[in-house]
């Protein structure tokens, strides 16, 4: 189910070029201008000058272990001196997207979440609801600009001692328009302090007046040492809003191009799992009312923050034991591709077998995968529903039936089982399928529980049709090929049979790991 998402677009303006200068209490925000590239353009057909520190009222709240919601004045040194901010600690900045504000759960709960992975971090939330809140998205869209430029006047105030740590310590996490307000205030690092902010998560960057923008205008790689990028509701805007285009709907809020060093995109992109629930199951979700609205209206477009924050979870040191439970595991290759079993290999010239995450332990693949621009990753997700956990393990699955196996149509279901539990069974087969002699049936499957080290499998036969005579079904082997750690199990039963003993009989047999 669609929702159609109506956001105020204004019309071309073809007004005489304009420009507005602005200081932000001693620092010096620079000029902007609606000029092209930044209006008047097919991607961005607005002219729209940015509003004033004063009217967009970005505020800048500081959590730590200590305490939570310490408002920083970037105009106000006496603020940043009495607030506990440690510039030896990462600090996370969190920014927020149109219509959203900095005291929304999902901001406490990021917020929250890096401090539990690490006590020693600054978490710095940047609230400019008073501008993301106006009804002109236009509007909204250009006011970006003065956020990014608030928030680098007080990066100037909390490392003024030593600004070369923006490059280590400072990471910046934005959803939607937050995205691209990230992009500017690594801009802005670059152009005032000539040193780059250490890395920049997109969640979802907003597409309308941002896809396929000028790299100066929307987020881009150049914007920080590392940019990683979550895309979940793309399919391009313009779509929707451009008259002409065969699809009238506004399908996608985020852009679809690679806008980053390393790009994933869950199921595609788009259709996150769970996103077409009834409004009732979906308003009334784990989150709350409010939050269940939201996700309504937008869920493909909020997953990003979903799967972050998951991500986050996962990463907790008591979660990690051998390796992280559940990796968000991406792979370069389309998406066809991946479904089809075709590219779970991560072999990267000679670095060994290893994959990226997606989230935030993808920048430990920095040095193998993110030095190229745009680099893209696809994966696939789990969840039926919203219940704020999507990670899923892929694998290819072949059974290969033995010499000695009657020829009878059915499917071919498996479940897999380790050291920390059992997986739900998943089929092998491809619907009704005729199940015959030396075959591989062969499926890529997206496990969802964790089991632990992979110890045995079931195999469960479902004959489907009616015969004069009991069938048997000899199994060669099982092979589990986990996406994650790019290694094959095999499952070995000695050839032993199944027999049917009437008409749709479902069978299951435990098949131990060789």
């Given amino acids: 189910m669609r929702i159609l998402v109506a956001l105020f677009l204004s019309k071309i303006n073809i007004s005489s070029a304009g420009q507005v200068c602005y200081n932000y209490g001693t620092c010096d925000l620079g000029c902007f201008t609606d000029v092209?590239?930044?209006?008047?353009?097919?991607?961005?057909?607005?002219?729209?000058?940015?509003?004033?520190?004063?009217?967009?009222?970005?505020?800048?709240?500081?959590?730590?272990?200590?305490?939570?919601?310490?408002?920083?004045?970037?105009?106000?040194?006496?603020?940043?001196y009495r607030s506990g901010f440690a510039e030896e600690f990462e600090t996370k900045f969190i920014i927020h997207g149109y219509t959203d504000a900095g005291d929304r759960k999902w901001m406490y709960d990021l917020s929250d979440q890096f401090i539990k992975n690490d006590q020693d971090v600054n978490v710095i939330r940047v609230d400019w609801q008073a501008a993301a809140t106006n009804i002109d998205y236009a509007q909204s869209a250009t006011d970006t600009q003065v956020v990014g430029g608030m928030a680098m006047c007080l990066l100037k105030e909390l490392y003024s001692g030593n600004l070369t740590m923006l490059t280590e310590k400072v990471h910046c996490i934005g959803h939607s328009l937050g995205a691209h307000t990230c992009g500017y205030v690594g801009r802005n690092a670059m152009s005032n302090f000539t040193v780059p902010i250490a890395r920049i998560t997109g969640l979802d960057p907003a597409e309308p007046y941002f896809g396929y923008a000028p790299a100066v205008v929307a987020l881009d790689p150049t914007d920080a040492a590392f940019v990683d990028v979550i895309h979940t509701d793309t399919v391009h805007f313009r779509q929707g809003v451009t008259p002409g285009w065969k699809d009238l709907t506004p399908y996608g809020m985020g852009v679809e191009e690679p806008v980053g060093h390393m790009d994933f995109y869950p199921n595609n992109g788009t259709d996150q799992p769970g996103c077409d629930q009834n409004a009732w199951s979906t308003i009334t979700g784990l989150d709350g009312l409010m939050d269940g609205a939201r996700d309504f209206v937008a869920c493909n477009h909020l997953r990003s923050i979903k799967y972050f924050n998951e991500s986050l979870i996962l990463n907790v040191v008591e979660n990690l034991g051998a390796g992280q439970k559940c990796a968000f595991t991406g792979f370069q290759c389309t998406y066809?591709?991946?479904?089809?079993?075709?590219?779970?290999?991560?072999?990267?010239?000679?670095?060994?077998?290893?994959?990226?995450?997606?989230?935030?332990?993808?920048?430990?693949?920095?040095?193998?995968?993110?030095?190229?621009?745009?680099?893209?990753?696809?994966?696939?997700?789990?969840?039926?529903?919203?219940?704020?956990?999507?990670?899923?393990?892929?694998?290819?699955?072949?059974?290969?039936?033995?010499?000695?196996?009657?020829?009878?149509?059915?499917?071919?279901?498996?479940?897999?089982?380790?050291?920390?539990?059992?997986?739900?069974?998943?089929?092998?087969?491809?619907?009704?399928?005729?199940?015959?002699?030396?075959?591989?049936?062969?499926?890529?499957?997206?496990?969802?529980?964790?089991?632990?080290?992979?110890?045995?499998?079931?195999?469960?036969?479902?004959?489907?049709?009616?015969?004069?005579?009991?069938?048997?079904?000899?199994v060669n082997n099982i092979e589990v090929y986990w996406g994650d750690d790019q290694t094959s199990y095999y499952f070995c039963n000695n050839n032993a049979q199944m027999t049917d003993d009437q008409q749709g009989s479902r069978l299951g047999y435990h098949i131990q790991r060789m």
């Fill in 336 to 474: 066809q591709d991946l479904l089809d079993g075709k590219c779970m290999d991560c072999e990267k010239d000679g670095a060994g077998s290893v994959c990226p995450s997606m989230g935030i332990a993808s920048v430990n693949m920095l040095e193998t995968y993110g030095r190229t621009a745009r680099t893209t990753f696809r994966l696939t997700t789990s969840g039926s529903d919203l219940s704020n956990e999507f990670c899923s393990h892929s694998s290819i699955v072949s059974v290969n039936t033995g010499s000695n196996t009657d020829k009878t149509k059915g499917r071919l279901f498996i479940s897999v089982y380790g050291s920390e539990g059992n997986s739900v069974q998943l089929e092998v087969t491809d619907g009704k399928t005729t199940i015959a002699s030396d075959e591989t049936y062969e499926n890529e499957l997206d496990f969802a529980d964790y089991i632990g080290e992979l110890s045995y499998v079931k195999l469960m036969w479902e004959k489907d049709e009616y015969t004069a005579t009991r069938r048997h079904l000899y």
């Fill in 36 to 80: 092209y590239p930044w209006g008047n353009s097919y991607v961005r057909p607005l002219s729209r000058l940015p509003l004033s520190p004063t009217d967009v009222q970005a505020k800048f709240f500081l959590d730590t272990k200590y305490q939570q919601d310490y408002l920083l004045d970037p105009t106000d040194p006496n603020s940043i």
